[in-house]
């Protein structure tokens, strides 16, 4: 199982992200896919998921609204596009696929919000 995330970077507030989770060495189809961040001394957090077929999507309170989690099963491929986004949206971003006892994480990317 491999989760590789892109598309993270140094953007302004209010400006927007889009991030990309690929997904391999298993039915990408058959599992729902979590979006997290950890801030710098701060524990990883919820931030949004999708069920598999992506007919659910749930969101933490903090970007409700703001943040929209999506994913395309022919390519394998789960995105969370970020608007209005602010500061305290710095983080790394990883996706995570409950897969087998533990589940798999991405080695995340890095989400700078400043001026």
């Known amino acids: 199982v491999h989760l590789v995330e892109s598309g993270g970077g140094l953007v302004q507030p209010g400006g927007s992200r889009n991030l990309s989770c690929a997904a391999s060495?298993?039915?990408?189809?058959?599992?729902?896919i979590n979006w997290y961040r950890q801030a710098p001394g701060k524990n990883r957090e919820w931030v949004a998921a999708?069920?598999?077929?992506?007919?659910?999507?749930d969101y933490a309170d903090n970007v409700k609204g703001r943040f929209t989690i999506s994913r395309d099963n022919a390519k394998s491929t789960a995105y969370l596009q970020m608007s209005s986004l602010k500061p305290e949206d710095t983080a790394v971003y990883y996706c995570y696929a409950p897969v087998g006892l533990d589940g798999y994480w991405g080695q995340g990317t890095q989400v700078t919000v400043s001026s």
């Open positions: 060495g298993f039915i990408f189809s058959k599992y729902a």
């Open positions: 999708t069920d598999s077929g992506s007919d659910y999507h």
